[in-house]
């Protein structure tokens, strides 16, 4: 019998119902069952569908993710208990919970955001790929559509936040800008493919310019758009902007190269602050082809390795990464008494259990 603990995991923070059984750092299946066509026509996630959707779908996400793993005997239960919409958490630790009880196992709490930290440390069902020689201090960059944080990183458990968004996150700005300019639902995906068939030739502002400190803003650059739309741009029949998919091209890669020049700098900014050996990325943003490039070419500049999940489905929600994290939590003992065990919406990056 394998040391490693085998882990059900269950991630429920937004829209997306995701079960995962992990095996240590390994994935054994990884199951995600997206909601965005029945959030389209709102043009984002409306908490009752979410909840109601998580509450109908979960046994049969869970079902599929054992069966595809194996059924093998678990461990331990791992949920996400935050940050994220409440009564999503809510049907994922409900049924977490539950599941637990009846099968007398142990049960996990877990930081979504630890998670996507973590994620680069997932290895294939076969141990293939994945982290396995990490060196420390590493500096964590987490980019997605809630969340926009440097992390500086001793160990497993050992974080300190170097700095946050201070209003909107990356992506969060990525899809208000793509619903001024019509792009449908979700936006940001469809605005960094717009990007890539376009020239950046409108200057938009580059946030927070005269500061020195790790902390990112969004919100003006997204009010900078919204300004140079009602002001520079023709109207059509209904007085909305004529908006032209050659416009669209060059205006979401203008767009873009304002947000990747705000957070090269702040990454390059706590590369010289920290001096990491290593760089880990996560987050739904960082499937951005051209931002993983971008963030390489910048590491690369101070000698640096980046290291990122295997699979494109690691990158935006997922149990996988829940499990990963699990796994760490487990060797600690850090089990949570499913009484007490309740959701955190508003939950922060985990607090170093040691001093940085």
């Known amino acids: 019998m394998s040391k490693e603990p085998t882990i059900l995991s269950i991630e429920t923070s937004l ?7 992990t095996r240590g750092t390994r994935v054994l299946s990884n199951i995600v069952s997206s909601q965005t066509r029945y959030h ?3 043009g984002g996630t409306v908490p009752d569908i979410a909840k109601r ?4 779908w979960l046994p049969k996400v869970v079902a599929l993710a054992l069966k595809s793993a194996g ?4 461990s331990a239960i791992a949920v996400t208990i935050g940050p994220g919409l409440a009564p999503s958490l809510e049907q994922g630790i409900d049924f977490g919970k539950n599941l637990a009880i009846s099968r007398k196992l142990p049960i996990i709490a877990v930081n979504h955001l630890e998670g996507h ?3 680069p440390y997932a290895k294939t069902r076969r141990g293939t790929r994945g982290l396995t020689n990490p060196v420390y201090p590493a500096l964590g960059f987490l980019i997605s559509g809630g969340h926009t944080e440097l992390v500086l990183m001793r160990g497993i458990g050992e974080y300190k936040l170097l700095g946050g968004t201070l209003d909107d996150a990356a992506g969060e700005a990525y899809d208000k800008v793509a619903r001024m300019l019509l792009l449908g639902y979700p936006g940001g995906p469809i605005l960094a493919e717009m990007a890539k068939s376009g020239k950046p030739i409108y200057r938009l502002p580059e946030p927070m310019t005269n500061r020195k400190d790790l902390n990112f803003s969004f919100s003006g650059l997204k009010t900078a758009a919204r300004h140079f739309l009602e002001r520079d741009l023709p109207a059509d029949e209904e007085g909305k902007p004529a908006l032209t998919k050659e416009f669209i091209q060059d205006f979401a890669a203008s767009f873009q190269d304002a947000v990747f020049r705000h957070l090269m700098k702040r990454f390059r900014l ?4 920290h001096s990491p050996h290593m760089i880990l990325l996560g987050g739904g943003v960082v499937s951005n082809v051209a931002l993983r490039k971008l963030a390489r070419q910048t590491a690369k500049e101070c000698a640096l390795d980046v290291h990122i999940p ?3 489905k690691l990158f935006t929600d997922n149990a996988a990464m829940i ?5 760490f939590k487990f060797a600690r003992a850090e089990f949570t008494d499913p009484r007490s065990l309740d959701r955190l919406p508003n939950l922060n990056f985990p607090k170093s259990s040691a001093p940085l």
């Open 71 to 74: 059924n093998p005997n678990l």
């Open 323 to 327: 499990g990963v994290t699990a796994s």
């Open 117 to 119: 930290l973590l994620a």
């Open 310 to 312: 295997y699979s494109k």
């Open 53 to 56: 959707l998580h509450k109908e």
């Open 270 to 273: 706590a590369i010289e602050l």
């Open 40 to 42: 389209e026509e709102w």
């Open 15 to 21: 829209d997306d119902t995701c079960a995962a059984v």
